[in-house]
């Protein structure tokens, strides 16, 4: 046969579209050329390839080769096609037999000397496979990562030897689906260390409840970061989608977990001097940025105002949407972006305004520039702002406050009540709101006080009846009512307000 197809993925962002490698082999003056909008590294298989070939004992056609990656326009890079290249050059030259090709893809970079490496996008192009019906071969430095996408059969190699091996009647591969993904204990640092801290401790308890945003002010030393890394003690573990997406963008980010914590919700602190793309995404190979990587987690943003003005303000897309989308010439590509934001901040330059010892020496306009370098549109999405106080040493000596466990246990009662309406509350929209947020006539009359009174935003209004709903929900009550609007509106930041 002087034709043969090999089915493989290329990869984007969290898609891997198929793409099927069509090899011909016939007469003329030797040739070996890589068509269908292949990058350099690409067109660089062609010498890997014979050299692989030559070393297993194969033989390399001597007339003309063609390869076709098709579709043609759509974009290839990286070495993930060496392996289906390979197999479909051998096929198309008789040394291989074509029938064993059908309904399974082939996934992986060669070494000179035939070995399997492993290429980044497996569990994605597994993921994707399972969905069609085809079963995937990938190197076996991939196989944990493949097998997590648990609708897919996959196989693991060592080498294009094995393969082939394989594929001519010898000793079969091993194809298995994944198992379910195991539940561990969460390691995350435990909220009984903190001591008082009481109204900050009630903050993250509602902001775990709802997945909401959570901004905590206060002086050096106060704890907000160490409230911060509590907090993903306080989630419940991610379900079999939630994880299978999170470990997706985590592989696409060659940072992927051990299996077995793939179940824990992520929690991501990028330092304050990153840039626009290591925290939203980018770069002339779109990668995931902190934002997507914290997808189903927990994005930790200390020293809020230092960060760069640009990292800030692209963060707003991302809070409303879930999703970034990044834009190059010829593709686009989406990453998921679904995190809970914490940050947290000093109320002046120094850390110590209102301090009641005298030392914050930072005059009215130092204290308007740093609040200023915070935008407040960024501050409107941001839905329970807390000013956490410096603690006395009597409370460092006090008992140990609640376990996360014990607090962990009401926030996933209060998740379970959200997830039948449909939705977590900070996820409520439109009509899904109003049914969940129904006010009787003093809650409104409470609610149309306090938006005069605080110049809330129509935005701000609907995410404090969101937080109203997670309190509500804590408490096991069926409606909102005016303890839980009133508790609500007490974390939204104390700005502008006209008179009465």
Known sequence: MKLATVLTRAH????????????????????????????????????????????????FPAGRV????????????????????????????????NEPLAATEFFGELSLAGDLRPVRGTLVAAARAGQDGHRLVVPAACLAEARAARAASVAAATSLLEVCAALAGGPALAFAAGERLPTVANLAPDLADVRGQAAARRALEIAAAGRHGLLLSGPPGAG???????LPGLLPPLDEDEALESA???????????????????FRAPHHGASAAAVIGGGAQPQPGEVSLAHNGVLFLDEL????????????????SGEVRIARAGYRVRFPARFQLVAAMNPCPCGYAGDPAGRCRCGPGDVQRYMGRVSGPLLDR??????????DYASLRSAPGEASAAVAGRVLAARER???????????????????????????????????RLGLSARACHRTLRVARSIADLAAAPRVGVEHLTEALGYRPQVAAGPD
Request: aromatic fraction near 4%; charged fraction near 25%; include cysteine.
């Open 224 to 230: 907000k970061s160490m409230l911060a890394l509590r």
């Open 382 to 391: 941001i839905d329970l702002h807390v000013s956490v106080r410096a603690v």
């Open 418 to 452: 959200q997830r039948g309406r449909g939705a977590l509350n900070a996820a409520l929209a439109g009509k899904a709101l109003e049914r969940a947020c129904r006010l009787d006539d003093d809650c409104d009359r409470l609610l149309a006080r306090a938006a005069s």
């Open 12 to 59: 984007f962002g969290l898609d891997a579209p198929a793409v099927r490698v069509e090899v011909y082999c016939g007469p003329g003056l030797p040739q070996f050329t890589i068509v269908g909008l292949a990058e350099a590294a690409v067109r660089e298989s062609r010498d890997r390839v014979r050299a692989a070939l030559a070393i297993t004992g194969y033989e």
């Open 66 to 97: 063609v390869v076709n990656l098709a579709p043609a326009d759509l974009p290839k890079e990286g070495g993930r096609f060496d392996l289906a290249i390979a197999l479909g050059i051998l096929a198309a030259s008789g040394q291989l037999p």
């Open 248 to 266: 997706m963008v985590h592989a696409v980010a060659r940072e992927l977990p051990s299996p077995e914590r793939w179940r824990t919700p992520p």
């Open 305 to 320: 105002p230092e960060f760069r003005r640009d990292v800030l303000e692209a963060l707003r897309e991302p809070l409303e």
